[in-house]
């Protein structure tokens, strides 16, 4: 996919900053927009500063930030219901996580949130418009709950492939390693996660990138997937599924000791 960085209509000094900054860090061209027509128009996907944040315009779809499902489980988390990570995981104040699979950054933001203040939370993301739009989009005022917002700023968004992330990481370095890869067979109902599935990578989990998680987690491997998916084949034995859910969880307990 041919990908331009260009900024919203008359744009000011300032746009025009963040669009060569961004030009340089992601390695992608930036054009003026006057030099742009129809954004829609073609297979070339642009990546649009606006004031209010990164839009990628593909064809007749739009990419832009926002929190998915993290906002009504947080409050769900608030006013005293179990989370599923916390069913899985019990008390998780002050671990370290890595999200190899970021996306939204949904799943960081409820991790950043049980973690809390002493936590700590690095999320990958291989796609780069991904990346760009949900990093902005993290670093922004998105919840009228500034609480929110401090725990969306704790996160740390690297675009990197998880396999080569996760083989240079030393061994030990996160408390609990977490997966949510794209499902081969895409749930219907998610349809929040349509425009993402244009850009997302797609690859499959292995027992071999599994294996790679286990050395690199102290405490915990964790794998979502759909409710389906045989997690026997990468691996891992215990699973956990609520039961009006479409999807399961893929979970490795690791003995490791202090
Ligand atoms: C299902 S989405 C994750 C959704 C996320 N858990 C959330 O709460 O928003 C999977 C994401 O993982 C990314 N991804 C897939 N393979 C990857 C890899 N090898 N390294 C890093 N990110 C990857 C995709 O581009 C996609 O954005």
Same mark, same amino acid.
Request: proline share 3%.
């Given at each position: 996919?041919?990908?331009?960085?260009?900024?919203? %209509?008359? +744009? *000011?000094?300032?746009?025009?900053?963040?669009?060569?900054?961004?030009?340089?860090?992601?390695?992608? +061209?930036?054009?003026?927009?006057?030099?742009?027509?129809? @954004?829609?128009?073609?297979?070339?996907?642009?990546?649009?500063?606006?004031?209010?944040?990164?839009?990628?315009?593909? %064809?007749?779809?739009?990419?832009?930030?926002?929190?998915?499902?993290?906002?009504?489980?947080?409050?769900?988390?608030?006013?005293?219901?179990?989370?599923?990570?916390?069913?899985?995981?019990?008390?998780?104040?002050?671990?370290?996580?890595?999200?190899?699979?970021?996306?939204?950054?949904? *799943?960081?933001?409820?991790?950043?949130?049980?973690?809390?203040?002493?936590?700590?939370?690095?999320?990958?993301?291989?796609?780069?418009?991904?990346?760009?739009?949900?990093?902005?989009?993290?670093?922004?005022?998105?919840?009228?709950?500034?609480?929110?917002? *401090?725990?969306?700023?704790?996160?740390? +968004?690297?675009?990197?492939?998880?396999? %080569?992330? @996760?083989?240079?990481?030393?061994?030990?370095?996160?408390?609990?390693?977490?997966?949510?890869?794209?499902?081969?067979?895409?749930?219907?109902?998610?349809?929040?996660?349509? +425009?993402?599935?244009?850009?997302?990578?797609?690859?499959?989990?292995?027992?071999?990138?599994?294996?790679?998680?286990?050395?690199?987690?102290?405490? @915990?491997?964790?794998?979502?997937?759909?409710?389906?998916? *045989?997690?026997?084949?990468?691996?891992?034995?215990?699973?956990?599924?609520?039961?009006?859910?479409?999807?399961?969880?893929?979970?490795?307990?690791?003995?490791?000791?202090?």
């Amino acid at each position: 996919m041919n990908i331009i960085i260009t900024t919203a %209509q008359r +744009p *000011d000094d300032n746009l025009i900053t963040k669009g060569l900054n961004y030009s340089k860090s992601l390695d992608i +061209p930036f054009i003026p927009r006057e030099k742009i027509g129809n @954004l829609s128009k073609g297979t070339t996907a642009y990546l649009v500063v606006t004031k209010e944040g990164l839009v990628c315009h593909y %064809q007749n779809h739009k990419l832009f930030y926002h929190p998915s499902m993290a906002m009504l489980r947080i409050k769900g988390i608030n006013n005293g219901n179990e989370d599923i990570f916390t069913t899985i995981c019990g008390d998780i104040k002050g671990f370290s996580i890595l999200d190899c699979t970021m996306g939204f950054g949904a *799943d960081s933001l409820v991790w950043s949130f049980l973690s809390g203040e002493n936590g700590s939370i690095t999320a990958l993301e291989k796609n780069k418009i991904i990346y760009a739009i949900v990093s902005e989009g993290l670093k922004g005022n998105y919840s009228k709950w500034k609480e929110i917002n *401090d725990f969306a700023r704790r996160i740390k +968004p690297l675009n990197e492939d998880y396999v %080569q992330f @996760l083989s240079n990481c030393p061994t030990n370095t996160f408390d609990i390693v977490y997966f949510d890869p794209m499902f081969d067979i895409p749930i219907e109902k998610s349809s929040h996660l349509q +425009p993402l599935r244009l850009f997302a990578e797609k690859g499959s989990l292995t027992k071999e990138i599994i294996n790679i998680g286990k050395r690199v987690a102290k405490k @915990l491997v964790i794998v979502k997937n759909n409710r389906n998916y *045989d997690f026997s084949k990468i691996g891992i034995t215990e699973t956990f599924s609520k039961k009006s859910s479409n999807v399961k969880y893929g979970i490795i307990r690791l003995n490791k000791g202090e």
